[in-house]
């Protein structure tokens, strides 16, 4: 019987609780529709690097897929030779696969790009000056460099052709938008919870001799500040919802519009329903954290009786 009666209380508490936290919510309209676009804006921010992020990750992987360094050989090579060589690439580390080009093979490349104008490598293909090669692809494009190395040491290696430009540009940009997104976290961070924190105490301030007098009759500290911690807390998550949504929205668009310039260099970007869930645990961390610390800070104060 004490143990029900003991349940009882408990969730009687809690309903109080989350009730005034909830009250004091609709309480303060202005002050709390202030809060909600200044915590979505600053979400909405954070989500649009966090998407751009990925999707730069996302680019480079597929490039560590495609980008492949061409490895010529030497015209005197015999077949074992030609073998043994793409035998000792495929052993190196970061090497993810090679493929033998021909001369032939390389020949027909280049005739599908001319195939209106055959007339126009006639001459290429009564002497065939092109070389064969290992067209080899890495698991890891920032080892580029090593690998090219270890390839020259090869015997019947003619030379080798890659793009460091392209690939360097790429891991400049990955780089520098993770870094960008660190620092705009950081400072949204603080931001959000400097409003949160003025917001809640609007509320706090009001009732400050409700919360004296609580305090002079045995209240705890936590009693008293659990309501405006939920308050904060379903600022929060309120505007992280709104926030995802309205990402959603502008990115599928984006994304729509930019499809087709994106698939013509055969590069896909990722779905928003595949980031959907990283995204919003994210936000709601963001928006409690955000929440209970900006409550937390503007109670101290008044809790110092």
């Excluded at 609780?17 to 909405?44: D, H, P, Q, W, Y």
Aim: aromatic share 8%.
């Amino acid at each position: 019987m004490i143990k029900k009666v003991g349940i009882t209380v408990r969730y009687n508490v809690i309903g109080y609780l989350i009730g005034e936290g909830l009250r004091n919510v609709f309480k303060n309209k202005k002050s709390t529709i202030a809060s909600l676009m200044i915590m979505c804006a600053t979400m909405f921010v954070f989500g649009i690097f966090f998407l751009l992020g990925e999707n730069v990750q996302a680019v480079v992987k597929q490039v560590e897929e495609q980008q492949a360094m061409q490895v010529f050989i030497e015209p005197e090579a015999t077949e074992q030779e030609i073998s043994e060589l793409g035998n000792k690439i495929k052993s190196l580390q970061y090497v993810n696969t090679t493929e033998y080009v021909t001369k032939e093979d390389a020949l027909n490349t280049v005739k599908s790009w001319f195939k209106d104008n055959q007339s126009m490598i006639e001459p290429l293909a009564k002497n065939n000056p092109f070389k064969a090669s290992y067209v080899v692809t890495l698991t890891d494009l920032k080892k580029i460099n090593d690998v090219e190395a270890e390839i020259k040491t090869f015997d019947h290696v003619k030379s080798i052709t890659l793009r460091n430009d392209t690939i360097n540009k790429l891991l400049n940009i990955a780089n520098g938008v993770r870094t960008a997104s660190a620092v705009i976290l950081v400072l949204l961070i603080f931001i959000s919870i400097f409003i949160i924190s003025n917001t809640i105490k609007l509320t706090v301030h009001a009732r400050r001799k409700e919360i004296s007098i609580m305090k002079y009759v045995g209240a705890t500290n936590g009693f008293i500040r659990w309501p405006f911690m939920v308050e904060g807390i379903i600022i929060g998550v309120v505007a992280a919802l709104i926030s995802v949504c309205l990402l959603g929205v502008a990115y599928n668009y984006v994304a729509g519009q930019a499809s087709g310039m994106v698939e013509t260099i055969q590069i896909n970007l990722l779905q928003f329903s595949n980031l959907f869930k990283t995204l919003m645990i994210t936000y709601l961390v963001l928006g409690i954290g955000i929440g209970t610390i900006g409550s937390a800070i503007s109670m101290r104060k008044y809790l110092e009786v």
